[in-house]
């Protein structure tokens, strides 16, 4: 009897926590919309299931524990085989680009940008990531990227990503997945069958341009739809002249960190140094409690009006080591040292963001399709998974969202602190050299716990079930 009742509680508490979490996918769903965004997007049912319905069925599989054939055969009330998904998932035509820009701007200006002042300063972060498909041989575009922090090549993908932050909570704006450049580095080629007039040849286009410039591509989408951001962040792997100056074009300052290269320089005083001559130059700020041991402003040189575009470039060193120092530049030369150092700290939730999609959300892993179009279609999916991720573990923390009269009683929630951006970027001596910066693997577990912890419990023992069995 002690089992039996033991067993009926296990299956109870089952039943539940599955009738919670498809209230909150189906809340979710009607709060942005799905319909209207997919048919919005050129995402329209051409013959059998209805999109919306075979969107939903993508989107809940992570949450059953169970992967696309098993479901399908205990889903008695599916009204779509198998076929109908991966049709749904390789269809050319569709806008995924679009979809996402347009969920992420409704949530931006509907559900998080009314819950702070006007004075918070919202980013706009660039990162990429591998994408790998080490096992692949014959998928569409595949081609041989580097793997910036195991230094060696790996046949896959880069996933450029285009991230949105308040300080509190990240949301993806834009993605390309890049296959390479040089023809050289590329296994596969475009299938011969596409059609040129598509979204899904403008994509395969766009994944064979340098990073650099698809970025350029993104951001101008972002404003397209009115993102409200000031800033744009990126790492040192984009932290060129040339690409700070053009992003002033689009309206944004740049907070970026600087990587200490031999060809790239700096004018200060009618001179030109590298990084590491002008750290020489400059005199160093001694106090042991300051960690700002120098600041500087430089000239990057002309823009496209004939105009010399100044910077501030600040170093911090770690009281512990003498060699080591960061290089942090900015645009906005109005800014306070702390204050560079604050915001440079928002880039850290793109860090998390691209591991909770890879470990728990199965990115890369669920579909092993061969077509492009399968690819950034399933990957747009499994963003739109973070989205609700991240508007849940809003709600939880931020008592503003419970609306009505007491929101007008509530403080708004805390941007990142200047203590939790600086132990951020110290955390970066501890593994690397000063030409070599990467945020630790155990900083970047930390900071998912964190963003674990806030997620409801149907929703975290789902994930970390499936963390586990992956």
Sequence with gaps: MKGMFLLSTIISEKYYEKKQLDSSVSIFFSEIQLGKLLRQSNIRKVQGACCQAIFQFIFILIFTGKNLYRLLETESLSSFKKDAIYRFLNCANYNWRRFLLLLSSRIISEKIDPLTSETRKNVLIFDDTTYSRNRSKVVELLANVLDHTRKKYIKGFRLLTLGWSDGNSFLPVAFSLLSSAKEKNRICGISEDIDKRTNGYQRRKESMKKATETMFDLLEQAGNFSIPASYVLFDSWFA??????????????????????????????????????LYKT??????????????????????????????????LRDN??????????????????????????????????????????????????????????????????????????????????????FFEYCDELEDIKFAEALL????????????????????INKLLNYFFNLLPSFIKGKLKVLSCES
Aim: with cysteine.
């Design 424 to 443: 951020l970027l110290i955390d970066l001596f501890k593994q690397t050299l000063e030409d070599c910066l990467i945020i630790t693997e155990e900083k």
């Design 240 to 277: 060129f002249p040339k690409v700070i100056k053009k992003v002033l074009e689009y309206n944004y300052q740049v907070v970026c960190r600087l990587k200490s290269m031999h060809r790239v320089y700096y004018n200060y005083k009618g001179k030109k140094y590298n990084l590491k001559q």
């Design 282 to 315: 400059l005199k160093k700020n001694r106090s042991k409690k300051s960690k700002v041991v120098a600041s500087v402003i430089v000239d990057l040189g002309k823009n496209k009006k004939g105009e010399n575009v100044k910077a501030k470039i600040i170093f």
């Design 320 to 405: 512990k080591s003498k060699s080591n120092w960061i290089a942090l530049l900015t645009t906005d030369i109005k800014l306070k040292d702390e204050e560079i150092i604050r915001i440079y700290g928002k880039r850290w939730d793109i860090e998390v963001f691209f591991k909770m999609n890879k470990s728990y959300l199965r990115l890369a892993k669920e579909f092993q399709g061969r077509t492009y179009d399968m690819m950034f279609a399933h990957t747009t999916i499994v963003f739109t998974r973070y989205i609700l991720l991240s508007l849940r573990a809003r709600e939880a923390k931020d008592s503003k969202t419970v609306g009505g009269m």
